[in-house]
């Protein structure tokens, strides 16, 4: 099967390492698809970063033009979009915020969840609300680093250790990588923790996999019908 | 004072009735200028146009050009977008979905929602339930009317008076005009019904006003920061 | 348009203050008028006082013989009465509590709320759950001071400002003055603090301003139908 | 042990039929007086009645002349001011609505509450949320009695059991009588319904022996702390 | 009447206790008679022996043959089993669990309980949720001793009071002594706090004689009604 | 890998059907093992099998002694155990319970259960409200079937049918089959609806698989620590 993972942003060395994170959790039967927005941010920090994000997801996948595909990721951890990818496309739809919140529930009673700056936690809070997996959430907390300061590993790992601590004082006994960034950390921190760490790159593939094998998708009765069909124009094509 | 009343689609003779609208709220002193989205969805149903709205509107107040203003109010129910410009401008942003909401809540023990096509009470509840109002809403109803259907007062007033009916059952002792579109409707089923009916853009002209006059704005602490200065590309510029 | 605003106590000077607070929200057109109730608690702290409060500001609306007018506020922080008071009359009522909230809400993802007593922190958080504004507040904090202090100027701003750090330590990114008697503190610590400070008698006076303007009042469907004609004493002795 | 009972309402022949159901649920050992308000609602429906009813009820204890009791045993399904006896008296307080419930919870996993007019369900569901109880309550129904009106057994009889059947359609497993003066009525309804039926009076004088027989009181740290000291006028003209 | 206490594990000593506890409770007409599982945990900590001790104590009453009960009390604090024991039995059954919070709630607005190993505290939050008596809980923390461990008075008490702060420090104004073996501990402990301290086996003694006072049993309608006669097998090879 | 399917009753050709759901969403290097308690109930209705079911299901697992596995599937829908699996091996545990849910959250905004007879519903909201998947459940509705009586294919999907119908009212957007027994009518029953039709095993199957695939399991860190070692008796008589 082929999984179109969607990166949230523009910065194409970040949709290269979500992919080797898709890999590296993709059965072998599965292959992996990068898409770079065509326009959008170059990284989502924040409320309008990440409605610019959604609808220059939706067009990416809109005008995709590659081979069929059976499942998308959506690879913004807590960005917004995933209800109006389920109206676009026919298969389903899989974010990683949900995903690694689906499988952080099955490995313990609560989970964390440690993100990048503060201003994101927020927004993350919402999206596990409204995808319906908050209830478990422990806390979610930030590490003060920008998504695209992530490369520094043993920075990264600095102060995800430290962040994780408070999630862990908050009662979290999973712990989630809260940004799609940070793929590939999972089993560094998780060793050092002593707790399972689920990066919601990996989890999105497994769950859109798990979906397609079962032959299942996306809803059309009630929220997600498809798009109406009328006039729409996608952006205006001035960098700002 | 001058409030910018974005209109979330691009219909133009919806902005106008807006303005309308919003006009006939306002104060003495408050100037309302209307603001349509260069690009967007020609009318916002469901998540796909909404996100694909919230980008727009967001666009349209980064490239403003026009007289400074002290308040946005956003014109669309139900839509996505206010946290995003709630960091872009320095000055109070009232949404009519939570404003329409916080007046209702005034009114009565439950207020009721009623809205356009089924497919969008689902976002409304999220909307409210975000915003921090979603407690006292007792039920959000469809007319099954498209949002450009609006136009044939005798029929959308007849839907609106069949869905409010619904709405009522389920405990709602107030109503919400559900569409940015049906401003102005509200004293006519209002006397109808013998309930209050709150009209979203009248409710937040008329908190946009308050704020200004209080002198508060969105608080820069947390959440609504300031965007991060980085590259961003605001669409492509293709009809679609 | 006349709005009313009641003191929840006996404290003449009280009442003062808070018209004072009133009148610099109020707009050009609107008149304020305090009311004192005849009998009460001097101060209202805890519940007893609270529901002994109630009872005198229904009463003293019930028996009011002065110029008609178009909304009342009810300026007594958590206190109970308001559903009271919107069976009795046919206009508009707004309580501070609620008010400071709804704006608050408009402001920032999170408030919290800075009171007298610790042994007030309960009530109010029951008040605003009730009111359907309990979802976005992160924390109602005491300052140790009795309302009756509050007076002293220098002293209530270094409380309120010890106390507004624990609230923002637990999410709040907006604070509310918790005690009608803080009207006309907002600026002074909003200003240290870098934050919006809303106060409920201002915000009170702006909402029941909107109410009136948009021609809205209480349902009276369902819950605040009109008291139902019967023998009612009020207060030892005295029939009613 | 004495437990005073008091009636919510002037109506002194109602509270003579509390004290009836009452004393049929007391231990041997335990005393039961009631204790009519000097003023107040001759009954109480609606926010209004419950608000000048709770001051009523705190000066008829403030005041309260007879002999020692052990603890109070608040008698108005639905109305205000238990938490202000709590801090008045030095002995347990249980009122009739929340015990009720209490008793419910543990006869069947959701229970219903049957009322008078539908005006009270509101003021009911928030006096269960707010004793901590709400969240097995199926529904709150109305037979669209008055309080006064409930002497007439077999129409009381027949209203309840019409309104009893919405109840358990909703998924109410047990049944409670929703207020003081359906006393006595347990036993046929329940013997009809086939389901277990409580009445707050006896469920309330229960607890209240419970309570005593366990040495425990209301606790003063936090929200229950004594009255401050302070002047406070009890109706008018008559200083307290 | 004759009320049965069910021990959830198999050690004796502890049935004795717990035994006396209940007597210590028992109004002057009440027979308290222990029943110690025939099979199950020596010791109930975690899910599993949670689990393991529900289908014990289920066996023990299925095959009880003494003398005819009018109530069971299971006085396993946090354990799992009271919805089948009120499937079984056509007696009025009361978990200590719940007991201790429905009288907690009378006392205070917020509660808190101080258990055993912090590993149980999930799971007694879990048991207070669903019982419908989670929303005034403000905490429930370990001391982080063995339930066999209870012994030492000294250590029990010292560990109990620091774990109360923590409990208090969270809001709570009552706690619940959160292990059956704690029993008689509240009065030592409660004169030191200065609060009131609700041991869950006196509670639930104080509930099954009410209910019985009162005629109420569990309802039949819907989730507890009689278990479908079918072949069950209780343990390894023993039919029953 | 090896999956380890444990169904939670004792009639073989139960297992059978579930071994075969399971074994036809398996991936190809997953080998599927049916595990049947030795003792327990023939089939789980109600609490009292339930928690039957989940001692037996754990001796079960604790005695067994076939080849090594990766994970465990519990195949009993709104079943009692799955946290103390979870603490007694150290392999990835899922129910189908927990499962569907997850599954369906991705596919569509608000689920609904259709399962055997009315007096599990309780229980299986209970299941998903604690596995933290209970927000977007629209509705848990009964067929009136006993779990053995779902062999009849017709009757069954009928029954099925016409019991979807009332979840979809209700908000359902995706179903699912809420008994192990169902498995196999997904597709049949989703093609008549028109809807995503979720079934537990296959779905837990899918979850296993990429837990273990993903190289994670359960949390030791607070809830679901190893148990404590001690004496247990596993039913009459047999030390363990």
Known sequence: MRIVVTNCNTTQEMTEEIVRGARAAAGPGTTVTGLTPAWGPESAEGWLDSYLSAAAVLDALRTYEGPAYDAVVMAG????????????????????????????????????????????????????????VGRNCAAVVGTGLNVLDLGGEARTEAAFLAAAERACAA??????????????????????????????VGAAVKLAESLVGLGLTTSRAGSFAKPVPKRRVWGRGTPG
């Open 77 to 132: 951890f807590g960005e917004h979009g995933r209800e109006g990818v389920r109206e676009l496309v026919d298969v389903p739809v899989v974010d990683i915020t949900e995903a690694a919140a689906h499988l952080a529930c099955l490995l313990g009673r609560r989970y964390g969840v440690v993100t990048t700056l503060e201003r994101s936690c927020g927004q993350i809070e919402d999206s596990l609300e409204l995808a319906g």
């Open 171 to 200: 009662g979290a006994e999973v712990l989630v990588l809260g940004c799609a960034g940070m793929t590939g950390l999972q089993q560094a921190v998780g060793e050092k923790l002593g707790l399972p760490v689920v990066d919601g």
